[in-house]
Every structure is written in C-alpha cells, then in structure tokens.
C-alpha cells in the first residue's frame, strides 16, 4: 500500500531554513499532486502548499512567500523548505497524497508526521 | 480565502449517541469539502470526501451531507473509537483551508 515518510531536523534555530523531505513509498509520485500540511501543539490543521509531479506549486498566502515545495521524482520524493523560521513554526508537519478526479483534491494517504521545534 | 467555520468547537455524547458536526464556508465551495478525524498523536486520516462519499475502510456509521457552503458530518451509534477531533476541509479555492475542528468526548 502506499505511504509517506517525513524525515528531516527536528530543531531548526530561528531565522533559518527549516527543510523536510516526505519519501513515497508504494506508488509513484508522478501524475498526482502532493501536499504538506502543519499543525502546531494544541492547534489545528493548517495547508502549507501543494505541489504537481510536474512541478506546478501552490502555496498559503499566510506564509509571506517563505514556503517552497518541490519534486525530486529520480527518488520519488518531495519536500518542503520555509524560510526564516520563528517560534510561530514551531509544529508537527504532515506530508499527503492529493487525489483530484472524484475526490476533487481530498487527501487520502498521510504521513505520519514529524515534529518541528524553532528554538536557539 | 475562504473561511471555514466548525461548530460547535467541542461536543460531549455518549455511546450509541448520534451526533451532528457542522461546517460552514464564507463563500461556495460546490462539493469541494471533506472530513477528517484525527487521534491524539495520530495524523488525520479522511472520513468523507466531496460531501458525502463515504471513503473506503470508513464505517457506514459516518455520513456526509451538504453543498455549496453548509454541510454536515454525522456519526450514528457512536462508538469508543470515534472519540476524536475531526476537521472539514475546503479545496475548492487555493488556499485549501480547513475547519478550527471539533473535538468529540465521552460524557
């Protein structure tokens, strides 16, 4: 079956780049969209972005232009990279599988999550 | 943005309750809404998807209902495992925006 791993640092310092990598397992990322989603400690869920196999992005206003999520299909990977971290980011991030057709871009496979803590 | 209200925002039930989870957008989102429920240090996972279909693995005890901007999840005979957070989500118009959510408890 198909699933997602999150990997990457679970400390970034503030100001700096926090970079996570979600590796698909089970199926190809190619003709889908995949996204990236957070939630920070007691909170609800945010929508960072989303990204086409082929390349074609969207992102959260919310997030000032810091976000960039990207496709790397060689490894059948894609990843996030938001800059100038704060506390604010300070979160569990989720990475998912988009299905467009019938369910009109429902996400229905995750990741299991990675924690994200923005401290010095 | 669209904006993606959730109520009520906490619900106590029993089990065998039916319980109703609403969820409103500030604008259509046709039938571009799903929901989510989610565990405590689990990650969500979908229940229903584009209002009302039911996704597979999902008990028939969850349902779906609603267009353009209202819509309801409701859970009959709830039980033990159903206790959790769930969420809404639009997808219509980026940014993708979801619901504050719900958190469902035993009474």
């Known amino acids: 079956q198909v699933q997602l791993q999150e990997s990457g640092p679970g400390l970034v310092k503030p100001s700096e780049t926090l970079s996570l990598t979600c590796t698909v397992s089970?199926?190809?990322?190619?003709?889908?969209?995949w996204s990236w989603i957070r939630q920070p400690p007691g909170k609800g869920l945010e929508w960072i972005g989303n990204?086409?196999?082929?390349?074609?992005?969207n992102y959260n206003p919310s997030l000032k232009g810091r976000v960039t999520i990207s496709v790397d299909m060689s490894k059948n990977q894609f990843s996030l990279n938001l800059s100038s971290v704060t506390a604010a980011d300070t979160a569990f991030y989720y990475c998912?599988?988009?299905?467009?057709?019938?369910?009109?871009?429902?996400?229905?496979?995750w990741g299991q999550g990675t924690s994200v803590t923005v401290s010095s | 943005d669209i904006q993606v209200t959730q109520s009520p925002s906490s619900l106590s039930a029993s089990i065998g309750d039916t319980v109703t989870i609403t969820c409103r957008a500030s604008?259509?989102?046709?039938?571009?809404l799903h929901w989510y429920q989610q565990k405590p240090g689990k990650a969500p996972h979908l229940l229903i998807y584009?209002?009302?279909s039911l996704q597979s693995g999902v008990p028939s005890r969850f349902s779906g209902s609603g267009f353009t901007t209202e819509f309801t999840l409701t859970i009959s005979s709830l039980q033990p495992e159903d206790f959790a957070t769930y969420y809404c989500?639009?997808?219509?118009?980026?940014?993708?925006?979801f619901g504050q959510g719900t958190k469902l408890e035993i009474k």
């Open positions: 998912a599988r988009v299905v467009v057709g019938s369910y009109c871009y429902a996400m229905d496979v």
């Open positions: 089970g199926a190809s990322i190619s003709g889908l969209y």
């Open positions: 990204v086409y196999y082929s390349g074609g992005t």
């Open positions: 604008q259509t989102v046709n039938r571009y």
């Open positions: 584009t209002a009302s």
């Open positions: 989500q639009q997808t219509y118009i980026h940014p993708h925006t």
